[in-house]
């Protein structure tokens, strides 16, 4: 865990960092489409594609955090993942959230598709079919923490809220895994796992103490 001094200096200094210039130009006239054209490339595994259209967006309105989290996520499909966490405090910072998709485990039950959404105000999961499983305050996560699975291929984040532990996998970008009772991966998805399940470990307790949030836009 992050202590909030040092979370907060932290904080101050990574959103402040820049995204290097894209491979591409984006073919995008304002914010929006710039947006749209963003997530199209993402879905698509264009991932120049994604960063131009994104970095675009952040600079035609830099005080939205919904593009420097896109950056994150093309950053991480691009095995730039050390990139990626600026970006991703830079969206916290600007009122977040920071979502990624995920299965959330549930023992023989399988795992269940949804969203796992972070930031300064709530930490939530919303399954595939619209169930809200839950939605917390970040100081009312009383822990979480990154694992690597045993015996299996995948790395996963668990946390705890409401009395009830929940075992998140992240879904990697690019990557094809198997989704079983967990979401398996080669060694290329387990690394984006990796860096999200620890990224997640370590943002949310920031969130907690009030050291990611509510900051001013330094672009």
């Not at 009122?95 to 969203?115: L, M, Q």
């Not at 895994?177 to 060694?187: I, Y």
């Not at 290329?188 to 949310?204: D, H, L, M, P, W």
Request: proline share 6%; glycine share 10%; aromatic share 10%.
């Amino acid at each position: 865990m992050i202590e909030a001094g040092a979370a907060s200096a932290s904080a101050m200094a990574s959103v402040s960092e820049q995204p290097a210039a894209p491979a591409v130009e984006a073919n995008c006239p304002n914010y929006d489409s710039c947006i749209a054209r963003g997530g199209e490339a993402l879905n698509s595994s264009q991932w120049d594609e994604a960063l131009a259209a994104l970095q675009k967006a952040s600079t035609l309105d830099s005080s939205k955090p919904d593009a420097w989290a896109g950056i994150g996520r093309a950053y991480l499909a691009s095995n730039r993942a050390g990139e990626a966490t600026p970006m991703w405090d830079k969206a916290l910072a600007l009122g977040g959230p920071v979502i990624f998709v995920v299965c959330h485990e549930r023992g023989f039950s399988g795992c269940e598709t949804g969203d796992f959404a972070f930031g300064p105000k709530e930490v939530s999961f919303t399954a595939a079919d619209g169930k809200k499983l839950f939605g917390s305050a970040p100081a009312d996560v009383a822990s979480i923490k990154a694992y690597k699975a045993l015996g299996v291929r995948t790395f996963y984040f668990r946390l705890k809220t409401g009395g009830k532990n929940y075992n998140f996998d992240f879904f990697p970008l690019g990557v094809t895994c198997e989704k079983k009772l967990f979401v398996e991966c080669p060694q290329e998805g387990i690394s984006q796992q990796n860096a999200v399940a620890k990224y997640v470990s370590e943002a949310i307790p920031k969130l907690a103490a009030e050291a990611l949030g509510s900051q001013p836009n330094n672009p």
